[in-house]
């Protein structure tokens, strides 16, 4: 039968554990304040991998020819931007 939908396996939730000790104990979110501060380009890399994104696209033939328009958007995890 297995574990329910959507639950983590023992090894996933063992290794995110560990992951979050490393984080806290390298000095947790100022420290990578100041990572990113002096390394924003592998900040970005790091971030650009992991944000959220999501692309819409529709098209439609006029004729013989497809038309096409693809919307993406960019979430920004910080609140203070979220909107704009």
């Given at each position: ?25 390298l000095g947790g ?18 971030w650009s991998k ?12 006029i004729g013989e ?20």
């Amino acid at each position: 039968m297995g574990r329910p939908k959507g639950a983590s396996n023992k090894s996933t939730k063992a290794v995110k554990e560990a992951l979050q000790e490393a984080f806290e104990g390298l000095g947790g979110v100022p420290s990578l304040i100041a990572w990113a501060k002096s390394e924003p380009t592998e900040f970005y890399k790091l971030w650009s991998k992991i944000m959220p994104t999501e692309v819409k696209a529709e098209v439609t033939n006029i004729g013989e020819s497809p038309v096409g328009k693809i919307q993406i958007e960019i979430i920004s995890a910080n609140p203070e931007h979220q909107g704009n």
